[in-house]
């Protein structure tokens, strides 16, 4: 994996993303028995009330992204990846936030059930 710049102008929320201690993203590497549901989010700029940049979600685009993400951490997803994406329709430029939650599976064990002795 490599370092990535990501230009940013306003202010940003990455308050909840896990860094090493060089202050890079931390990736673990999950084993073969986790699985993890996806969820992308796909966010515009808000409207420009105060001069700064800051990106919503919504049906009219009124939701701010740190309320959505807040709501979603607190449904256990983790934020994995924020990409900029190009223009869309005019509106400016557009985030894609991509979320994971870890689904909770029963594992089998080996073995013969009692009842079948």
């Known amino acids: 994996m490599t370092n990535?710049?990501?230009?940013?102008?306003g202010s940003v929320t990455v308050g909840n993303l896990p860094l090493d201690s060089r202050g890079n993203v931390l990736v673990t590497v999950a084993s073969d028995t986790v699985q993890y549901q996806?969820?992308?989010i796909f966010a515009l700029p808000c409207a420009d009330t105060t001069g700064i940049l800051?990106?919503?979600t919504g049906p009219q685009s009124d939701i701010p992204i740190e309320q959505t993400l807040t709501t979603d951490s607190?449904?256990?997803y983790e934020l994995v990846s924020v990409v900029p994406?190009?223009?869309y329709n005019n509106s400016g430029p557009a985030m894609l936030y991509t979320l994971r939650l870890l689904l909770t599976t029963r594992h089998k064990t080996g073995g013969?059930?009692?009842?079948a002795h």
């Open 4 to 9: 990535a710049s990501l230009p940013v102008t």
């Open 85 to 87: 994406t190009p223009q």
């Open 74 to 76: 607190s449904q256990g």
């Open 54 to 56: 800051d990106f919503c």
């Open 38 to 40: 996806f969820q992308s």
């Open 112 to 115: 013969v059930p009692a009842s």
